[in-house]
Nanobody, 123 residues
Framework: QVQLVESGGGLVQPGGSLRLSCVASGRFFSSYAMGWFRQAPGKEREFVAA????????LYAKSVKGRFTISRDNAKNTVYLQMNSLKPEDTAVYYC????????????????WGQGTQVTVSS
């Protein structure tokens, strides 16, 4: 069992930056690959970024590649999402999730989810 708690969301102006954190409970965090997803009002949950268990491999959605960076610190049981050059279309609830399976961009492959943190990009 893994419990995930996100933090770091908030209101930011276009072009600004935020860093989201996701802290995991449990002893086997380093065994899990992790992902970030987001969901805007009226839209389906969509993939943002993923990282493998060691941090040596990452994957990004086209819409965020070059602006967002996913990383992890297994000693702190934490995964991060650094978001730069934010745009109004990045506004959503952001969720972190953990998986033991392949296919990092598929929602259904993740077994554990956090409660989400709101990110609002607006002037």
């Amino acid at each position: 069992q893994v419990q995930l708690v996100e933090s770091g969301g908030g209101l930011v102006q276009p072009g600004g930056s935020l860093r989201l954190s996701c802290v995991a409970s449990g002893r086997f965090f380093s065994s899990y690959a992790m992902g970030w997803f987001r969901q805007a009002p009226g839209k389906e949950r969509e993939f943002v970024a993923a990282i493998n268990w060691s941090g040596g491999s990452t994957l990004y959605a086209k819409s965020v590649k070059g602006r967002f960076t996913i990383s992890r610190d297994n000693a702190k049981n934490t995964v991060y999402l650094q978001m730069n050059s934010l745009k109004p279309e990045d506004t959503a609830v952001y969720y972190c999730a953990a998986r033991l399976t392949s296919e990092p961009s598929r929602v259904g492959r993740y077994a554990y989810w956090g409660q989400g943190t709101q990110v609002t990009v607006s002037s």
